[in-house]
C-alpha cells in the first residue's frame, strides 16, 4: 500500500473553496493498522456466546466490558454520561421502549375473496406504538383500504401524494423507495438516488401524520435494497424506539410490510391493475385510490415495556482545543436471536454488520493514541440500536454529551471491506459537505480514484448513524471500498462479496471466517484516519455545500465556533 507522506495536499484543495481544515501530519504506517487485531475482536464481537449482540440483553454487558477494555487500553478515557464527581462512565444510557408482537394473524377481504396473512410469509407486522398496559391485544377489524402512491408529501418538491383525500383511521398501502427510481427522467426527487421520502421510516412517519390506521408497504427487492428474508429477520424481532411524549402522534397500529403478489392479487380482486397504477403514482397529479370493498383486518399481542441499552463513548482530551470534538462512530448492535434458519442457526452474529466496523473503531482508537496527541479531543462512540431505526445516534444528536456546535466533524463506519483491496472508494451522500474534497485527496494519494455514490439507489445515506448527526447540523463523513478488486483471486473475491450481499446480510450466516482479507479495510481505516487527524490538528470547520438540506441547521449556532487563521 502506497504511504501518504503529508496532508499538505489536502489544506490546498480546500484553501480556494472554504476554510482550510485540514494540517500536515505525516499518515500511518500501513503497518500501524493490524489484520491480526481486527480479526480477533471481530471473531469475538460475532462470537455464538454474544448472541447476535441483542440490545438490552445479557449480551450487551459483555459488548461494553469488550470495548470499554479495548478503549482503555488504546489510551483513550471514559466518555460517557457525566457523574455527580466530575468522572465519565463507558456509556451513555439511552431510555428505550421495547415492542414485541407474538400471535400476530391478518386477512384482506374483498366481497366473498379472502386472504390469510402468515406472519414472516405474506406479511410482516410490528408496531412502536405503545400499549395503553405493558400487556395488550391490539386488533383492527374490516378496515378500509387506500393506495396512496409512495405516500410522500413533499411540500418543497410541489409533491402531495394524499391531495385532500382523508385516510384518518385507514389503512394505506404505499410504494417502497421514492417516485425517480423506476423513472429517474423524471427527476422529481434527484433521479436514481434515493431521499429520505423513499425510507421505510418515513413512510410510517408520514401514516402518523395523516392519521391512518396502519401502513402496508408493498415489498419489492430491487426498490428496498433487499430481499424479503431481510424484511422478515428484521421486523419479526423485538422492535425500538426512543421514549416519546405522546408516541400516537407519531407512530400506528399497523407498521406491516407485504410481498408484492399479495398487492398483485388484493387489487385485482379490487378491479384495478397493480402495475398501472404504480405508473400513475409516479406523477404529481396522481390522487389516491380506495380499494372498492377491500378491507384489512389484523391482530397481535402485544408486550410494551421500557428498557435501558447503552452507547459505548471513549475520549482522548485534545491538547490545545479539547472543548472541540471529532467523532468516530460505527454501531455494535445486531439483530440478537431470531427464528432458526434452514440449518436450525437462530444467532444472527454480525460479523460485517457490524463487528467489522466496531473493530474499526478500536484499531483507529490504537493508532491514534500511539501518535502525536490531536489538538482537537476525539470521541469515539459505539452506538447502540442501529438496527432498530439509529436510535442510539438518535438519541446522543438529542442528548449530546459534547456540544454539537462545537463538533467539528466526524466520519461513521458501517459493515468493513474484509474481501481485499479495491481501486476505488464510494462517498456515500457525495456532494454534501466539504468533506468530500478532504477524502478525496486522501483517496486518491493511495493511488484509488472516487467512485460514483453506489448506495445512492438505496437510500445507504439515510441507513447509518451519521444520518441523525447531519440532520443537526454535525458535517459526518460516510464511506466504503468500491470499485475493481485489484489482487488475485478476483473471481473469488466478487464470489464471496455478493453471497454475502445475497445470503448473509441480516441472516445467521453473517458469521466471521479466519480467512478475510483486511488489506481493503486498512486503506479505508487509512483514509479515516487522515480524515480524522486532518479535522483534529486544523483550527478550520467544515462546512455543508449550498444546497445541502442540513446547511441551515449548522447555519445556526456559527457564532459558537471561533475563526482562526
Request: overall charge negative; aromatic content about 10%.
Amino acid at each position: 500500500m502506497r504511504i501518504v507522506p503529508s496532508l499538505a495536499a489536502i489544506a490546498a484543495v480546500l484553501a480556494v473553496s472554504a476554510p482550510a481544515i485540514a494540517q500536515n501530519a505525516a499518515a500511518p504506517a500501513a503497518s500501524a493498522f493490524s489484520g491480526e487485531r481486527l480479526s480477533n475482536d471481530i471473531r469475538i464481537l460475532s462470537a455464538d456466546d454474544f448472541e447476535g449482540r441483542g440490545i438490552a440483553t445479557p449480551a450487551e454487558q459483555k459488548v461494553i466490558d469488550h470495548l470499554s477494555k479495548g478503549y482503555a487500553a488504546a489510551g483513550f478515557s471514559p466518555g460517557g454520561d457525566l457523574q455527580a464527581d466530575g468522572t465519565r462512565l463507558w456509556t451513555q444510557a439511552v431510555g428505550l421502549n421495547r415492542f414485541q408482537v407474538s400471535n400476530a394473524s391478518a386477512q384482506l377481504k374483498v366481497g366473498d375473496w379472502s386472504m390469510p396473512l402468515a406472519q414472516g410469509e405474506q406479511i410482516v407486522m410490528s408496531t412502536r406504538l405503545p400499549g395503553q398496559t405493558e400487556q395488550a391485544h391490539v386488533m383492527l377489524r374490516n378496515t378500509p383500504v387506500v393506495f396512496v402512491g409512495y405516500g410522500i408529501d413533499a411540500p418543497e418538491r410541489n409533491w402531495d401524494d394524499f391531495k385532500d383525500v382523508d385516510v384518518r383511521g385507514k389503512i394505506i398501502v404505499v410504494l417502497v423507495n421514492d417516485a425517480d427510481f423506476e423513472e429517474p427522467e423524471l427527476n422529481t426527487f434527484g433521479g436514481r438516488a434515493m431521499t429520505y421520502y423513499g425510507r421505510w421510516t418515513y413512510k410510517y412517519e408520514e401514516a402518523a401524520r395523516q392519521g391512518a390506521a396502519g401502513v402496508l408497504i408493498v415489498h419489492e427487492d430491487r426498490p428496498a435494497a433487499y430481499g424479503w428474508g431481510t424484511v422478515k429477520n428484521s421486523w419479526t424481532a423485538p422492535q425500538f424506539d426512543i421514549v416519546r411524549e405522546d408516541p400516537s402522534k407519531e407512530r400506528v397500529a399497523v407498521e406491516a410490510w407485504i410481498q408484492r403478489d399479495v398487492a398483485v392479487q388484493l387489487f385485482q380482486q379490487a378491479g384495478l391493475d397493480f402495475e398501472a397504477l404504480k405508473v400513475q403514482a409516479r406523477q404529481r397529479d396522481f390522487r389516491p385510490v380506495e380499494l372498492p370493498g377491500a378491507t384489512f383486518s389484523g391482530m397481535y399481542d402485544l408486550t410494551s415495556n421500557k428498557i435501558e441499552t447503552h452507547n459505548v463513548v471513549a475520549r482522548l482530551e485534545g491538547s490545545t482545543w479539547p472543548d472541540e470534538t471529532v467523532l468516530y462512530t460505527g454501531h455494535w448492535d445486531h439483530i440478537g436471536v431470531g427464528s432458526p434458519d434452514a440449518n436450525g442457526d437462530a444467532i444472527f452474529n454480525g460479523a460485517v454488520d457490524n463487528a467489522s466496523g466496531t473493530a474499526g473503531l478500536l484499531e483507529l482508537s490504537r493508532v491514534i493514541a500511539a501518535g502525536p496527541r490531536p489538538k482537537r479531543s476525539v470521541v469515539m462512540i459505539s452506538f447502540t440500536a442501529e438496527e432498530s431505526g439509529l436510535l442510539g445516534s438518535v438519541y446522543y444528536a438529542a442528548n449530546p454529551l459534547y456540544p454539537l456546535e462545537k463538533t467539528a466533524g466526524g466520519i461513521n463506519m458501517d459493515s468493513a471491506n474484509i474481501y481485499g483491496r479495491t481501486s476505488g472508494f464510494s462517498i456515500v451522500g457525495h456532494g454534501q459537505s466539504n468533506l468530500d474534497e478532504l477524502t478525496t485527496s486522501a483517496v486518491e494519494a493511495q493511488g484509488r480514484s472516487v467512485l460514483p455514490d453506489g448506495g445512492a439507489p438505496a437510500g445507504i445515506y439515510f441507513r447509518s448513524d451519521h444520518f441523525p448527526l447531519a440532520q443537526k447540523g454535525v458535517p459526518m463523513a460516510y464511506g466504503a471500498s468500491a470499485g475493481d478488486f485489484r489482487d488475485e483471486p478476483i473471481s473469488a473475491r466478487i464470489a464471496a462479496r455478493d453471497d454475502y450481499r445475497a445470503r448473509r446480510y441480516h441472516q445467521a450466516d453473517d458469521e466471521w471466517s479466519a480467512d478475510w482479507d483486511y488489506r481493503g479495510q486498512i486503506e479505508d481505516l487509512t483514509v479515516y484516519y487522515q480524515v480524522g487527524m486532518g479535522l483534529a490538528n486544523n483550527g478550520g470547520w467544515p462546512e455543508w455545500k449550498s444546497g445541502s438540506e442540513f446547511g441551515p441547521a449548522r447555519a445556526v449556532s456559527a457564532d459558537q465556533r471561533p475563526t482562526r487563521p
